[in-house]
């Protein structure tokens, strides 16, 4: 089945610096990464995602990329945020018949003001 | 926008009792899911449900663990002789169709077992 691996397990950075977080995954199957942010106690909120037929998505701040040959693909946030401290996953599945999410350990992100 | 609900928020139950956690998946969604994440660790998914039956379920799914869902709106989970190690978050989430859909995911259920 699928397998998930997430890096790193724990990011700080300093506020308005950029926070990479990468995952790779083992099912060449696999055609729909989302990226989830989940704030403690809270449910996990969908915050960007991207289907294999694209390489790269953009929204405002947040930006995903994949690499389908290498089987990688990352979220990277630009001019980061207090609010943006979270613990974010990412997460893998094949989009026909509904099929589950396979999600990644986690990283838990602090930005420091 | 429309949100997937749960109840409870949070439960604690005796060790070997039933437990019955609750969901409203989004009205018009099709596949529905139940997972589960202990306290610092990763989302770990339990079941998949589509068209009044179980679509897939994870090793984790075994006996002691079934859905149901008994109407057009609710989706059930019920363990029937919890443990300590059920303890976790339980989130529900919905989908509308195979393709091109988010995963909504509800506020979830926290169980805790003495």
């Known amino acids: 089945g699928e397998n998930v691996e997430q890096h790193p397990s724990t990011l700080s950075v300093q506020e308005g610096d950029s926070a990479v977080i990468k995952c790779t995954y083992s099912?060449?199957?696999?055609?729909?990464f989302p990226w989830y942010k989940q704030e403690l106690g809270k449910r996990p909120q969908l915050i960007i995602d991207?289907?294999?037929?694209?390489g790269e998505k953009k929204d405002q701040r947040i930006a995903v990329t994949l690499n389908k040959t290498a089987k990688h693909f990352s979220l990277h946030i630009t001019e980061t945020q207090p609010e943006d401290s979270a613990v974010y996953f990412c997460?893998?599945?094949?989009?026909?018949?509904?099929?589950?999410?396979?999600f990644g350990a986690g990283t838990i992100l602090r930005v420091k003001s | 926008e429309p949100e997937v609900t749960q109840t409870p928020s949070h439960q604690v139950t005796q060790m070997g009792q039933e437990v019955i956690l609750r969901c409203v998946p989004i009205s018009n969604h099709l596949y529905f899911y139940w997972y589960r994440q202990i306290l610092g660790q990763k989302v770990e998914f339990l079941v998949s449900f589509y068209n009044n039956e179980i679509s897939e379920k994870s090793e984790i799914f075994d006996d002691q663990f079934s859905v149901e869902r008994p109407d057009g709106s609710n989706f059930t989970l019920k363990i029937r002789s919890t443990k300590l190690e059920d303890s976790a978050m339980y989130f529900c989430a919905s989908r509308g169709t195979p393709l091109g859909n988010t995963i909504y995911f509800g506020e979830g259920s926290w169980l805790t077992v003495v």
């Open positions: 099912d060449s199957a696999s055609n729909y």
């Open positions: 991207i289907r294999s037929n694209v």
């Open positions: 997460a893998a599945s094949i989009m026909e018949y509904g099929n589950k999410l396979v």
